[in-house]
């Protein structure tokens, strides 16, 4: 089991950044794909960014490409995403997530997820 606990969420004007992190614990001797989910209001849980262990692959959503980067430090079990030129349509509550294979978060099938935080984009 992987318990993953999200930070950093908050009201931000479009245009601002934002960075989230994730700390895991647990089994995290277990070599996961780490990343992010978002949910919308009214709106299905979507993919946003993963990256594999080794930190030498990240896949991103078309909608945040260019303005999220995910990173992450395993000697802290710990993952980022640092989003820039915030939109309104990035208003969502997003969660950590993990998965065994390096697509489970693009399917939207991780193993483990956080409670989420809520990020609201708005003027």
């Known amino acids: 089991q992987v318990q993953l606990v999200e930070s950093g969420g908050g009201l931000v004007q479009p245009g601002e950044s934002l960075r989230l992190s994730c700390t895991a614990s647990?089994?995290?001797?277990?070599?996961?794909?780490m990343g992010w989910l978002r949910q919308a209001p009214g709106q299905a849980r979507e993919f946003v960014a993963a990256?594999?262990?080794?930190?030498?692959?990240?896949y991103y959503a078309e909608p945040v490409k260019g303005r999220f980067t995910n990173s992450r430090d395993n000697s802290k079990n710990e993952v980022y995403v640092q989003m820039s030129n915030l939109r309104s349509k990035d208003t969502a509550d997003y969660y950590c997530?993990?998965?065994?294979?390096?697509?489970?978060?693009?399917?939207?099938?991780?193993?483990?997820w956080g409670q989420g935080t809520q990020v609201t984009v708005s003027s």
């Open positions: 997530a993990a998965g065994v294979m390096s697509n489970d978060l693009r399917n939207g099938s991780p193993d483990y």
């Open positions: 647990g089994n995290t001797r277990r070599a996961y794909t």
């Open positions: 990256q594999t262990w080794d930190g030498g692959v990240r």
